[in-house]
Nanobody, 123 residues
Framework: QVQLVESGGGLVEAGGSLRLSCAAS????????MGWFRRAPEKEREFVAV????????VFGDFVKGRFTISRDNAKNTVYLQMNSLKPEDTAVYYC????????????????WGLGTQVTVSS
């Protein structure tokens, strides 16, 4: 069965960096785009980034403003989210997700989700 397992979250000071990883299994990872979403307390889950199956294409949420990069290693079935210049408002649970088809920025276009990893940014 499909499994997505995030790791790399934690507590970091404002201005710091974290690298999130998402290990995928149970399907042909290299055939699907992968996305990252986040949910802050009392807020809706929002789109963070997506990367195409090949890694050639990426899209980011408007709030990212060049601070994050997304990458993937198809040999390791893993997608990464490098987060720099973190702000307290980046505090959230971060989820990776497998796209159904294509290259999407909305939740409905994803069919499998990990359990998430907590990122807390202190001021």
């Amino acid at each position: 069965q499909v499994q997505l397992v995030e790791s790399g979250g934690g507590l970091v000071e404002a201005g710091g960096s974290l690298r999130l990883s998402c290990a995928a299994s149970g399907y042909t990872f290299s055939k699907y785009a992968m996305g990252w979403f986040r949910r802050a307390p009392e807020k809706e889950r929002e789109f963070v980034a997506v990367i195409s199956w090949s890694g050639a294409g990426t899209v980011f949420g408007d709030f990212v403003k060049g601070r994050f990069t997304i990458s993937r290693d198809n040999a390791k079935n893993t997608v990464y989210l490098q987060m720099n210049s973190l702000k307290p408002e980046d505090t959230a649970v971060y989820y990776c997700a497998k796209a159904i088809t294509g290259f999407a920025t909305i939740r409905a276009e994803y069919d499998y989700w990990g359990l998430g990893t907590q990122v807390t940014v202190s001021s």
